[in-house]
């Protein structure tokens, strides 16, 4: 299952359209359906501040549970601290530190496709002969 299956199944729990989630995150109606790949870190950092309940380690990697817990409790704060059902810790600095490995996993994808795209074009020209 890949993240945008896994979005699909939260929004479901939630009992809302995948159109009012994307209102709520404040993204085209259409987002959901366009993820390829994973979710840019914007828009997990609009998925985290609206749904802090969402596990995003569970969102972008399927590890874990969906949901946090029912006892998330925020502290206000530049080191705001949520602490999931299970008694684990999720900080904004995890958060943080989990866009920025998205933001690396984006950028090798990115090299992977040209990689990619440079040896098609290789077979094509061989093909050619």
Known sequence: ????E???EYIKTLDISEREFCRQIGVSTSYVNSIRQSIQPDKMKAIGEKFPE???????TGE???LQGNNINKVSGSHNTAVAGNGNSV??????????????YQEM?????????R???V????SEK
């Open 1 to 4: 299952m890949g993240v945008k």
């Open 119 to 121: 040896l098609i074009s």
């Open 54 to 60: 969402l596990n995003p380690m569970w969102l972008l």
């Open 123 to 126: 077979i094509e020209k061989l």
């Open 64 to 66: 874990g549970e969906m």
């Open 6 to 8: 896994r979005l699909r």
């Open 91 to 104: 900080t904004t600095n995890d958060i943080a530190g989990l866009i920025e490995l998205q933001k690396g």
């Open 109 to 117: 994808i990115k090299e992977k496709d040209s990689q990619i795209a």
